[in-house]
């Protein structure tokens, strides 16, 4: 076992209050089994829940259904083991708090693994910044496209680029980084949360009401026909990716739990949340993927919200898009909070004596309270976002990007960092059947990774240079 340097420890026995944070200060813990669903939420349904009905087409009505449930089941296995984590030796009243999953791979697995890690998870959280941002940008030009249908009508040449509607979501997102920690952000994911259940349910609304429409059920048991079985291949296998990048949230579960209350212990109020929040989701997600499938077929686009198979009622299309606008200004911040925390604790351990990186000046504005800025926080998280922007533009291909990032990053960070700790935490024995078990879940899960990375790389490669 890696083990935590003392720095890292700074972890009371039972306390309500965690070590203290840049500015010096002590962070209390009053999260709740709601605030935790909050942020799981917000963490969970964000651009993944839109891509549904394309992934469930490729899939068609039988495999579809199935991998959305199977993801879920999976997503609820590897949140329970590293609930487990948070606590050493024990897991509701160890006296070490594992505040991070950076944190934990090292402390249980080593300096290695921790390395490794450290790449995966920046860049999977790094990643879901530029998803968000694309699809920041998606829905606002949906919006005005939207209106111009609705005015000119469904043949209108409603043309609209997404540069700029990238460039304003990145400039706010500078403004918004500045807040300080996931202490911060209860009120935010509380918003995100709500919007996200209001574009969820507005999807499924529409998706529903069209079959209605339509008086029928459209799709097949194998789903969208494609001209040779390799293409067929490479669409499904696109379709895990993107199914996969709807559910896991492991790379803050440990962030999240850390803003927990001990009583109960922090394990057993994440787990509740945890199964709480996968199963609304996977309701959501079955509602907006099933019905979206059953209301356009073949035709299926790869976005419900913003690929316009729905053109009325505009001002519900409007209102859906402007909520997942909303909720994907919180969704980032969720994501990007663990890279700031990780980046800025290293800086200053690296540079203890530098005022650029450690020094905070307070200045106090009329009727608000007292504002701390640090410069090197200002400059990194700056910094950041313009990075995701940028990639964003590059390659604003919504779908092909979802699969790539969410078969890549799944199994190290969902399945094979939290099993390989939950191991080392419970002190399970080789070939025992808890071992065996939990060994082949992992191999299982990393097969449907590596299709869901192929698939998505051609799609990727495909969509750019085809």
Not at 147 to 160: I, L, V
Not at 216 to 238: C, E, M
Not at 259 to 279: C, V, W
Request: aromatic share 16%.
């Amino acid at each position: 076992m890696g083990g935590l340097s003392e720095e890292e420890q700074q972890l009371p026995l039972v306390g309500s209050f965690s070590s203290p944070d840049a500015s010096g200060e002590q962070i209390e813990r009053t999260g709740t089994i709601w605030t935790a669903l909050a942020y799981i939420i917000t963490g969970v349904i964000g651009a993944g829940v839109l891509s549904l009905a394309w992934s469930t087409a490729q899939l068609g009505w039988i495999a579809g259904p199935l991998c959305i449930l199977a993801f879920a089941g999976v997503t609820i296995v590897s949140s329970n083991l590293l609930a487990d984590c948070y606590r050493y030796p024990d897991p509701e009243f160890g006296h070490i708090r594992i505040r991070s999953y950076i944190q934990a791979v090292k402390f249980y697995l080593g300096d290695k693994s921790k390395n490794i890690c450290v790449v995966l998870a920046q860049e999977s959280l790094w990643g879901t910044g530029v998803t968000y941002t694309i699809t920041t940008a998606k829905s606002i030009r949906a919006i005005q496209k939207s209106n111009c249908y609705h005015k000119e009508g469904h043949d209108a040449p409603c043309a609209y680029g997404d540069t700029t509607y990238m460039l304003i979501f990145g400039a706010f997102q500078i403004f918004v980084s500045q807040i300080p920690d996931f202490h911060n952000m209860e009120w935010l994911s509380i918003v995100a949360a709500i919007m996200s259940f209001t574009y969820s349910f507005i999807g499924f609304g529409l998706g529903f009401a069209k079959v209605i429409e339509n008086g029928t059920i459209k799709g097949s048991l194998t789903g969208v026909p494609a001209s040779n079985i390799a293409d067929k291949l490479w669409l499904a296998f696109q379709a895990l990716g993107d199914i996969a990048f709807a559910y896991p949230y492991s790379i803050i579960l440990l962030e999240i739990q850390d803003t927990l209350k001990s009583t109960p212990p922090e394990n057993k109020t994440m787990k509740k949340a945890s199964i709480f929040a996968i199963l609304i989701t996977t309701f959501f997600y079955l509602c907006c993927g099933c019905f979206g499938y059953a209301a356009f077929g073949n035709d299926t686009p790869g976005n419900l919200l913003t690929g316009f198979g729905f053109y009325e009622p505009f001002w519900l299309v409007d209102f859906a898009n402007a909520c997942i606008v909303l909720h994907l200004v919180g969704g980032y911040q969720i994501f990007s909070q663990p890279v700031f925390a990780f980046f800025e604790r290293w800086f200053t351990q690296k540079y203890p004596n530098s005022v650029f990186v450690n020094k905070f000046f307070t200045f106090k504005l009329p009727s608000l309270p007292p504002l701390k800025v640090n410069l090197f926080r200002i400059c990194f998280r700056t910094v950041y976002v313009v990075s995701t922007t940028a990639i964003a533009m590059i390659f604003p291909y919504f779908n092909q990007v979802l699969g790539v990032l969410g078969a890549f990053n799944f199994w190290p960070l969902a399945i094979y960092f939290p099993v390989e700790m939950y191991f080392v935490q419970k002190k399970i024995i080789p070939w025992t059947r808890k071992w065996i078990v939990l060994r082949t879940f992992s191999i299982i899960c990393l097969f449907i990774t590596i299709a869901g990375l192929i698939g998505s790389i051609e799609g990727l490669i495909s969509a750019r240079f085809g």
